[in-house]
């Protein structure tokens, strides 16, 4: 840990916790400004039938950081669980958390950083993409994309 601290980035072959939570050389690393749902989570789509939005973006994540490793990561703190807090890249520097918002895999997260992907977001939402192209959770609860 006091390696990346030092420099305050890492680079290696990430490998995806979850859909917004990664692991580079044994480092969790929380994407910073993003929020996915949790693997459990299940969506409705848009003909009302449930579909597990929480796999579905950690598996999306893992296709994406698969098509060019390695990944880079900066780091912004850490979050209150004590895993860092980072805004990642790809060798090719796409923007691995503008991505997963932009394809509504994930939403903005405006408590970490207010409209940092709100354009992003917009245009997920405007296009139905990911979650925004169904209703609600199962449980009946507010969407991940409403929260």
């Known amino acids: 840990m006091g390696d990346a601290a ?7 072959n990430a490998f995806v916790i979850d859909g ?3 692991e580079i050389a044994g480092e ?4 910073y400004g993003v929020d ?6 299940f969506c409705l789509d848009e003909t009302g039938a449930d579909y597990r939005c929480g796999k579905e973006s ?3 994540l893992d296709a994406f950081l698969s098509a060019s490793r390695p990944t880079r990561c900066e780091f912004a703190g850490r979050d209150r669980h004590g895993r860092y807090l980072g805004t990642c890249f790809r060798v090719d520097g796409r923007d691995v958390n503008r991505w997963l918002v932009e394809s509504g895999h994930a939403i903005n997260r405006e408590n970490h950083d207010r409209g940092l ?11 139905r993409a990911g979650m925004w192209r169904g ?3 199962i ?3 507010r969407s991940v994309a409403e929260e």
């Open 139 to 141: 449980d009946g609860s």
């Open 20 to 22: 917004d939570t990664i």
């Open 6 to 12: 030092g420099v305050g980035s890492i680079i290696g």
């Open 36 to 41: 996915a749902p949790e693997d459990w989570q």
């Open 28 to 31: 969790r690393i929380q994407l």
């Open 117 to 127: 992907y709100a354009a992003a977001q917009e245009m997920a939402r405007s296009l």
């Open 135 to 137: 209703q609600s959770r």
């Open 58 to 60: 950690s598996l999306a």
